[in-house]
């Protein structure tokens, strides 16, 4: 069984004060974008995890690994035992700021729940999901969708058009809870600008690139560039080589930038490929579905040779 996860880019990420449980008060668009990760499970004797791809290096195998946590989960709640052998492949930039380890959640629950035929329904899917983290609801929605709480409870948002990304990948990744301890560190020194829900809704209405560019906005930038301070160059050069918008895309440190149309999206991505800002460049379209098991292509049937 196999599901395919994509990754996801906060349109707007706004985070309000810090809650009693240790989470922020957010309220986000999500951005379903078309860079996957394939969660793989099969039957086995007993529970383990293997990680193919790139920065598969920095994937803890234990029960850190949040897929393997989702197993344990969907096995827990039907009384099964969580004997399968779990296979990610990693198209989703690792500590990316880009929910890698949610997306291999939402795949490893849509997987399971497949295999196992325990036809959990969408209620306790998402429920399941925002018990493993923040953006795994979102991961197996896809979509374009508001997030509100800390970031698990989701909203349709009315949007049209289709959009073309350039992310640039940094080397090392950003840990999320170290990003917003910095932006409380910053807020405690002084006040900081406070991004806006409300262009992005208004250029999503309208399906205009450029107006989403302008709007793209995230209160954790300030603070993942007080932590990778190389990440101005790189949101920099991006706007120079005619992106429409740029941003940090969630934690960081990867960014992404929207491009006018598909055309541009690939100009912007070889441009910035010559300027040695970053470790690599994805091109990506949003929004798209979120995980979904991925049917074997049928073995196209051997041309009947003629009758004689
Ligand atoms: O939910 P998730 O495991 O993705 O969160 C990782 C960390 O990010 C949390 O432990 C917390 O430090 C931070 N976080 C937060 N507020 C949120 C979401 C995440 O402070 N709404």
Known sequence: ???????????????????DDGFHELST????????????????????????????????????????QAVRAVAALTGREPAVRLTIRKGIPVAGGMAGGSADAAGALVAVDALWDTGLDRETMLGLAAG???DVPFALQGGTALGAGRGEQLSPVLGRGTYHWVFALADGGLSTPAVYAALDAMRAEQPQPEANLDGVLAALRSGDPVALGRTLCNDLQPAALRLRPQLGRVLEAGREVGAVGAVVSGSGPTVAFLTRSADDGVHVAAALAGMDVCRGIRRADGPVAGARIVVDEPVEAAPAGPRR
């Open 1 to 19: 069984m196999t599901v395919r996860v994509p990754a996801k880019v906060n349109l707007a990420l706004c985070v309000g004060p810090l809650r």
């Open 29 to 68: 668009v999500f951005h379903a974008v078309s860079l996957y990760d394939d969660v793989v499970v099969e039957p086995a004797e007993r529970l383990s995890v293997g990680v193919v791809g790139e920065g598969a290096d920095d994937v803890p195998l234990d029960d850190r690994n949040l897929a393997v």
């Open 132 to 134: 493993l983290g923040s």
